[in-house]
């Protein structure tokens, strides 16, 4: 009998999750929508019409993650054209593409890391570059504030738009259905926030067969929230776009023995 392709929890925030399900299943694995966070839109449409009439004061713009991207852009939109405007920039290879979908053809972002530390080391970062300067960044509620303070400090000023919040989702059984029937061969862990809620997404009854999955984590602060939870198996992927992902969970020992 032919065994079952690898089940994999993806994690990511559903709307952000379609590219890297669909390179899962070229690689032969079953993709299984597990988010950790869902995306909620904060609508301020006076906020909106604000920024757009001001968009051509900012030196670039930066987009935290995709979710940030997919939200502003289009509101923006709905009170001027973009492109053309100030420049964009944002963390990762995949909120890049986003930007490029949505007809960006330049987009700026670390060619590698993807945090804050990485996007400072930017040259269009540095404090020649930015002093004096308006910036603005597109984000959701909390997250760190390393980049806003560190740019204010090298003499730009920053402007911030809050457009989402990320609450915590339900899951259905089916969502715990490969776990608890011993398919799940990894997850994929993209944020740390999200990590914290596995407590409260996992039933207690089915938590000691999870800290024996392997998980994959976006970046070693990600890995280290895990390892904190008692995950007994976390790897960082050698880069935090889906590539580096998929590559990481290849690599994995359980299933190179099942090659």
């Known amino acids: 009998m032919k065994a079952s392709p690898p089940a994999v929890w993806v994690t990511r925030p559903r709307a952000q999750a379609q590219r ?4 899962l299943r070229e690689q032969g694995f079953v993709p299984v929508a597990a988010p950790l966070l869902a995306i909620e839109p904060i609508e301020d449409e006076t906020k909106a019409a604000q920024l757009a009439a001001a ?12 979710s940030a991207v997919e939200l502003a852009v289009p509101r923006l939109r709905r009170h001027r054209d973009w492109p053309p405007g100030p420049p964009v920039m944002t963390v990762g290879e995949g ?100 990590v914290g809620n596995l407590p409260a997404l996992v039933p207690p009854a089915d938590w000691p067969r999870l800290v024996d999955v392997p998980a994959i984590a976006a970046h070693p602060r990600i890995a280290a929230a895990a390892l904190a939870l008692g995950l007994k ?27």
């Open 20 to 23: 890297l399900e669909a390179l």
């Open 95 to 194: 909120s890049a593409a986003s930007l490029r979908d949505l007809g960006f053809a330049e987009v700026v972002f670390p060619p590698e890391g993807a945090d804050s530390e990485a996007v400072l080391a930017l040259p269009q970062c540095a404090p020649a570059a930015v002093c004096g300067r308006r910036v603005l960044i597109v984000k959701g509620e909390g997250g760190r504030a390393l980049l806003a303070q560190t740019l204010t400090e090298r003499g730009a000023c920053v402007d911030t738009w809050v457009c989402y919040r990320r609450i915590r989702p339900q899951w259905s059984d089916e969502v715990l259905a490969p776990l608890r029937e011993r398919r799940l061969a990894a997850m994929f862990l993209t944020s740390s926030e999200g």
């Open 233 to 259: 198996q976390v790897v960082t992927a050698p880069s935090p776009g889906d590539a580096g992902l998929v590559a990481a969970l290849e690599s994995l020992p359980v299933l190179q023995e099942k090659c």
């Open 55 to 66: 968009l051509d004061g900012y030196a670039w713009v930066f987009f935290v993650n995709r």
